[in-house]
């Protein structure tokens, strides 16, 4: 292709001027981009530090309680199990509705990145625990018996044998809370949460302004590679199997 | 050293109940190596894991070193377990651990400070022939070389006693053979009593001075392995020796419990004029002994007398059909 076929086509309203009209528009952008990162940023962070907080412990329980496990008890563990089942089964928007007075109680507004922390957080939770779960049952029975046998408290089983052995599978399972989180902190845009979600839907949906669209759809993609990156490496190192 | 009287134990399925142990005694002497055969199923498993509590039994006592085990709980029983060793199968290491950190963790456990640790566990590297592995990780070692580790941590905190479930089981027949060197050199040198279970009647015959042969949840027979080649009609000497099913009625097993100089069956040809026909035997090195069994053909006029030369000489002497 020449350069004048080039000039031609651009002239014409096709996809080459479309992004650089894109480009060019993107200083004007990136005020509201970066603080619609950050924002998403800061929800999935203690979206995050919640699920691992209260998701790993409710994964061991759920383990620990199972038959077979350190401190069998199938009642405890019914009960527990359908409670993650029913965070599991809600779908993200649903949830999000569901639990505004609780957010309100929690935060004091239901507006705001902040105040959408509370539904990221009880919408991961159980996704964590679940991955958690899995994890931790992957590890050999016969190195948790070798443990017992060793005369090991059973607290020192879950954070010396279990929870290391697990490790991989657990950073595996992390990072792939942090990309629902991401996926479900755009959504929580939806209702005034804040973020990149908002800003697409805001600036892109409302006002038709497909440069926002592309920008957020970009910087979304961005941070979930990101992230997907790091966990993978920290996975790869971890594992000595 | 263990004894385990009147043992008991039903595990219930959904629609059975399977009697795991029915009634098994258990008495190992300190500083032997005794070991308990039996197909899969037939509740040897059960059995180890009743001495050191990792299942508890329905019924009955277990003692080890003049602790009854049985009696404890909780804190208790976990520094009881810490006095035992146990090794398994599939060697159990934590593969998020180096070979040094598998071998430190019971230490670890029982709250032995770093640098002790550090010593304790450059010793027992050293002893299984691994010194210089400390920093591997399981998954870069064969086979062999993971028991041994399995074999070092189980000594970390100076056991009396060794438990070895199928310890040899997941391993080639050569790495097998210098495993069970290393056991029987660890009991010479420590002093260790080790109770293992194995489906391999090589490993009986190897490095065992005791055995009990298991069926079904009970014991269907158990001793010295020398005095029970020794025994009429003995499940173990027929294991170890397969003789070969021919012969009829003049045919006679004869056993040879200990190690003997003199040529017998030239012997009896000489002074009984009987005709002697090997069918097939076999000579095996049991319990540190020449052992020896053989399968005969014996006719002439003396037979009895030739049959009771060789009784009163301390063979056993079985008889086709009697």
Same mark, same amino acid.
């Given at each position: ?29 990136? =005020? ?29 329980? %759920? ?8 401190? =069998? ?17 809600? =779908? ?18 239901? %507006? ?26 992957? !590890? ?27 490790? =991989? ?11 629902? %989180? ?43 590679? !990101? ?15 | 050293?263990?004894?385990?009287? *009147? ?14 142990? +029915? ?9 032997? /190596? ?5 197909? $899969? ?21 277990? +003692? ?18 810490? @006095? ?12 998020? @651990?180096?070979?040094? *950190? ?14 002790? @640790? ?24 064969? *086979? ?6 399995? /074999? ?41 009593? /080790? ?8 490993? /009986? ?11 079904? *949840? ?15 009609? $003995?499940?173990?000497?027929? $294991? ?62 003396? @037979? ?19």
């Amino acid at each position: 292709m020449t350069t004048d076929e080039i000039l031609f086509l651009a002239q014409d309203g096709n996809a080459v001027t479309a992004v650089l009209d894109f480009v060019r528009d993107w200083p004007n952008m990136w =005020p509201s981009l970066w603080l619609g990162t950050m924002d998403t940023v800061y929800m999935v962070w203690w979206a995050t530090v919640f699920s691992v907080l209260f998701g790993l412990p409710l994964g061991v329980l %759920l383990v620990a309680t199972d038959k077979g496990g350190l401190i =069998p008890a199938p009642a405890v563990r019914a009960v527990l199990s359908a409670i993650v089942n029913i965070g599991r089964s809600l =779908p993200f928007i649903v949830l999000m509705v569901a639990v505004l007075s609780l957010t309100r109680f929690l935060v004091g507004t239901t %507006l705001g990145p902040t105040a959408a922390i509370v539904p990221l957080s009880i919408g991961a939770i159980p996704f964590f625990a679940r991955l958690v779960e899995t994890s931790l049952r992957e !590890v050999d029975r016969e190195v948790i018996e070798a443990a017992h046998a060793m005369g090991t408290r059973k607290a020192t089983i879950v954070g010396k044998v279990m929870l290391p052995e697990a490790m =991989p599978g657990l950073i595996a399972g992390l990072v792939m809370t942090v990309v629902t %989180l991401i996926s479900y902190s755009a959504m929580a845009g939806a209702i005034g949460g804040g973020g990149l979600g908002d800003l697409a839907i805001r600036e892109g949906y409302q006002r038709f302004n497909d440069h926002y669209l592309w920008a957020t759809v970009i910087l979304l993609v961005v941070i979930v590679q !990101v992230a997907q990156s790091l966990g993978d490496l920290m996975v790869r190192r971890l594992s000595r199997r | 050293m263990i004894d385990a009287v *009147g043992l008991h134990k039903t595990y219930r399925l959904k629609n059975r109940q399977v009697h795991a142990l +029915n009634g098994v005694d258990l008495h190992v002497e300190a500083g032997e /190596i005794y070991g308990v055969v039996g197909q $899969s199923g037939a509740g040897k498993s059960t059995l180890l894991r009743s001495v050191n509590l990792l299942e508890r039994p329905d019924a009955g006592v277990v +003692n080890v070193d003049g602790e009854e085990l049985t009696a404890l709980r909780g804190g208790r029983l976990r520094a009881a377990r810490r @006095r035992m060793g146990m090794v398994h199968q599939h060697f159990a290491l934590l593969s998020s @651990r180096t070979v040094a *950190g598998n071998v430190g963790f019971p230490l670890e456990v029982a709250g032995v400070s770093r640098a002790r @640790r550090a010593t304790r566990v450059g010793e027992l590297l050293e002893l299984v022939g691994l010194g210089d592995k400390a920093r591997a990780y399981p998954s870069q070692l064969s *086979g062999g070389q993971k028991q041994r580790v399995g /074999i070092a941590r189980a000594l970390a905190s100076d056991p009396r006693v060794l438990l070895s479930d199928e310890a040899t089981s997941a391993l080639d027949p050569e790495t097998t053979e210098s495993i069970l060197a290393l056991l029987r050199r660890l009991r010479d040198e420590l002093g260790l009593t /080790i109770l293992l279970i194995t489906h391999e009647m090589d490993v /009986i015959k190897r490095i065992c001075d005791s055995a009990a042969i298991m069926e079904n *949840g009970g014991f269907r027979e158990a001793g010295r392995v020398l005095d029970l080649i020794g025994t009429p009609g $003995s499940l173990l000497a027929r $294991s170890l020796f397969p003789l070969p099913d021919i012969g009829g009625s003049e045919t006679v097993v004869i056993t040879y419990p200990r190690s003997f100089d003199e040529p017998f069956m030239s012997e009896l040809t000489r002074r009984f004029d009987v005709d002697v026909n090997i069918l097939g035997g076999g000579v095996e090195r049991v319990a540190g002994q020449s052992v020896g069994r053989l399968s005969v053909d014996m006719s002439g006029a003396r @037979r009895a007398e030739a049959l009771r030369y060789l009784s009163q000489n301390g063979l056993l002497v079985e008889e086709a059909g009697k």
